[in-house]
C-alpha cells in the first residue's frame, strides 16, 4: 500500500491549489479517505473526509465552503481543491486511508503519506 500526494507550493491569500494522492496497492473505491494537515508547531487537524461509496463528503468548519474532496476511481486518485486560501491554511497536508472508523469523523487511520507542503503568504 503507498499514498503519494502531490500538488502543494506557495499560493497568495486567496489563491487554489489542487492537491492529489496517487493511491496503489489497494482499491481507493473501497475505503473510506481523509484528507489531514499539520501546520508549523501544531498538532494534526483533519480537514476533509469522502466514504467508501464517494457518496457522502465532510468537511471540517474551518475548510467547509472552500473545500472540496473528491476522488477519480479510474486513476485510484483522491483529490482537494482548495480555493480562496488563508494564511492559516499553511500546513502540511496528509492523505490518509482509514483502517477503523470509531464513531462520526473518528477514524484510526492505518496508512499515510508522505505530506505535501503548502504555504500561503503574500
Known amino acids: 500500500v503507498q499514498l503519494v500526494e502531490s500538488g502543494g507550493g506557495l499560493v497568495q491569500p486567496g489563491g487554489s491549489l489542487r492537491l492529489s494522492c496517487a493511491a496503489s496497492?489497494?482499491?481507493?473505491?473501497?475505503?473510506?479517505m481523509s484528507w489531514v494537515r499539520q501546520a508549523p508547531g501544531k498538532g494534526l487537524e483533519w480537514d476533509s473526509d469522502?466514504?467508501?461509496?464517494?457518496?457522502?463528503?465532510y468537511y471540517a468548519d474551518s475548510v467547509k465552503g472552500r473545500f472540496t474532496i473528491s476522488r477519480d476511481n479510474a486513476k485510484n486518485t483522491l483529490y482537494l481543491q482548495m480555493n480562496s486560501l488563508k494564511p492559516e491554511d499553511t500546513a502540511l497536508y496528509y492523505c490518509?486511508?482509514?483502517?477503523?472508523?470509531?464513531?462520526?469523523?473518528?477514524?484510526?487511520?492505518?496508512?499515510w503519506g508522505q505530506g505535501t507542503q503548502v504555504t500561503v503568504a503574500s
Open positions: 490518509a486511508r482509514v483502517g477503523d472508523r470509531l464513531g462520526p469523523r473518528e477514524y484510526e487511520y492505518d496508512y
Open positions: 496497492g489497494f482499491t481507493l473505491s473501497s475505503y473510506y
Open positions: 469522502i466514504n467508501s461509496g464517494g457518496g457522502s463528503t
